[in-house]
């Protein structure tokens, strides 16, 4: 897991050295908050799959092309010199291309002047937002499992998570436990949907029973639809900003990245009424200033290809979920079929592993095959231990070769 809440904190010990003086010295003059929570685990299985040759099914980016029209359009505007800053809430093209789009997609109609924020990615954008709006003993209700990124997010925006579960095999919540998690100190909740790791998209019914809870307390629903073309089996993406009284409290992330696979790009954005937008900009001019300039650029393009391209997009998934599953089934794992997102949850009960990270290791060294251990995603590592998510974002080549390697494994 990312936060390290559960943790003792850290004390000096009973036989103390001095070289455990100067560590403890040291750590005081660290942030208090940065010592509660680890490195991304994500990110931290890309670095061994590279380590140990593995195929990489851990950390979700694409490793096929990303459009053609789209990569030039960004060398296009370097070779116009559109090198230096671009206003710091972003390029009037782009904001100007997101409005278009939003009304396009969700029938929602903003105004790029005074509701978008471009940032570096969805993360800075989510990182902005709870910072433009959280004060310390504000609470976030955040469904669990959940992308680890919104621990430290918390931690460092001063928010106290209350975690309601979503379970599987279908991930739903239960309706009277997201109610008792929220309250009078409830500042928002963060709905991420499709969702990373179940692949759950949640439904109308279900956005109204959330939207109804942020009326009730007066809460923002800060959300990450990243996901959003990348859907499954007919199902329908429904953005929190489009239902019926949440215009004035939905604070709307997304990004370039895995639209266009162009996770490397680092251009998202966050769309919000024009007071937390006022915040946001500030909390992103002084951490950022702002994204890639040509890059935004190219994002204008980007958000204006014809329809085509994210129905092709979305078939183009489906293929490589299918096959995944099938992989992942035929290796031993129970698979939770995935509606939305690029991701499988597993259970790896067959497998006989005491938990998800010894299992993970395994894998990575052994078997060749990097995945991401279910306990990042849980407050307590406990409730993850029996899963592990695969990322299916990857060329049918790496897809066969993940195959071949995980033929290895032995279910008991
Ligand atoms: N969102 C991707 C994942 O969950 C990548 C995370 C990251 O490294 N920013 O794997």
């Not at 209700?141 to 931690?155: C, K, L, R, S, T």
């Not at 949640?202 to 990243?226: H, K």
Request: some cysteine.
């Amino acid at each position: 897991m990312s936060t390290a809440e559960s943790k003792p904190a850290a004390r000096p010990a009973a036989s103390e050295t001095p070289g455990d003086k100067v560590v403890q010295g040291a750590r005081r003059m660290l942030s208090a908050k940065a010592e509660r929570f680890t490195e991304s685990v994500i990110r931290e299985m890309t670095r061994l799959a590279l380590q140990h040759n593995a195929v990489n099914l851990a950390q979700g980016f694409p490793d096929f092309a990303a459009p053609a029209e789209v990569k030039e359009a960004a060398r296009a505007a370097i070779a116009a010199d559109d090198n230096q800053y671009a206003i710091t809430w972003g390029a009037k093209p782009l904001r100007d291309a997101i409005v278009e789009k939003f009304a396009r997609t969700q029938g929602v109609t903003v105004d790029p002047e005074r509701e978008i924020t471009i940032c570096c990615g969805s993360t800075e954008a989510m990182m902005s937002a709870m910072m433009g709006v959280i004060n310390p003993g504000d609470e976030v209700v955040v469904f669990e499992p959940f992308y680890e990124n919104y621990g430290p997010d918390a931690i460092l925006s001063g928010a106290a998570p209350r975690f309601v579960r979503l379970h599987p095999p279908t991930w739903s919540f239960d309706p009277d436990e997201l109610a008792r998690a929220f309250g009078p100190r409830t500042k928002a909740i963060i709905v991420n949907t499709p969702n990373n790791p179940t692949g759950k998209v949640f439904t109308r019914g279900e956005l109204e029973c959330i939207r109804d809870l942020c009326v009730r307390w007066d809460a923002f629903a800060i959300t990450d639809e990243i996901y959003e073309h990348i859907l499954y089996d007919g199902t329908q993406h429904i953005s929190m900003a489009a239902l019926d009284g949440m215009r004035d409290r939905a604070i709307t992330i997304n990004s370039m990245s895995k639209t266009y696979s162009v996770t490397g790009w680092r251009v998202g954005w966050a769309i919000a009424p024009p007071g937390p937008t006022e915040a946001i900009r500030k909390v992103h001019d002084f951490l950022t200033v702002g994204a890639a300039a040509p890059l935004q650029a190219a994002g204008a393009l980007a958000l204006r290809l014809p329809e085509r391209y994210y129905t092709e997009l979305a078939s183009t998934y489906q293929f490589k979920r299918d096959r995944t599953l099938q992989i992942l089934t035929r290796a031993g794992f129970e698979c939770f079929k995935p509606a939305g997102a690029y991701y499988i949850m597993t259970d790896i009960s067959r497998f006989g592993f005491s938990n998800d990270k010894d299992f993970t290791r395994y894998l990575v060294e052994e078997i060749g095959v990097a995945a991401v251990p279910g306990s990042s995603f849980y407050g307590d590592p406990e409730d993850g231990a029996r899963q592990v998510r695969f990322a299916f974002c990857k060329t049918p080549e790496t897809l066969a070769a993940a195959e071949e390697r995980l033929a290895r494994l032995r279910p008991q």
